[in-house]
């Protein structure tokens, strides 16, 4: 199973980007999506999550308000909808698919390959 990543670029502050994520080349049964974020010399932190069992998403302070996270279970893709973008919003985002195993028991991560984000003053 792969993780394809969609959506990063370059916008000015205050723009808007959109990022997407699937996984893809296998069957996989989802029990939630998220995005986490890693500007260069620092850690890797989340920024949002949604179950795809229900239940309400999951952001960051510092973009609750501004950043949107969405799933679609027919397609299993999640969005993420970003405006008001700050340079401080620039950073390597990965998705990431936690799948269920063995019917729930366990879960496995995988992990995107990181789309960069690049916001200028």
């Known amino acids: 199973v792969q993780v394809v990543e969609s959506g990063g670029g370059l916008v000015q502050a205050g723009g808007s980007l959109r990022l997407s994520c699937a996984p893809s080349?296998?069957?996989?049964?989802?029990?939630?999506m998220a995005w986490y974020r890693q500007a260069p010399g620092n850690q890797r932190d989340l920024v949002a999550s949604?179950?795809?069992?229900?239940?309400?998403?999951n952001y960051a302070d510092s973009v609750r308000g501004r950043f949107t996270i969405s799933r679609d279970n027919a397609k299993n893709t999640m969005y993420l909808q970003m405006n008001s973008l700050k340079p401080e919003d620039t950073a390597v985002y990965y998705c990431?698919?936690?799948?269920?195993?063995?019917?729930?028991?366990?879960?496995?991560?995988?992990w995107g390959q990181g789309t960069q984000v690049t916001v200028s003053s």
């Open positions: 990431n698919v936690r799948v269920d195993v063995a019917g729930g028991v366990w879960q496995y991560d995988y």
């Open positions: 080349g296998g069957t996989v049964s989802i029990n939630s």
């Open positions: 949604i179950s795809f069992y229900g239940g309400s998403p």
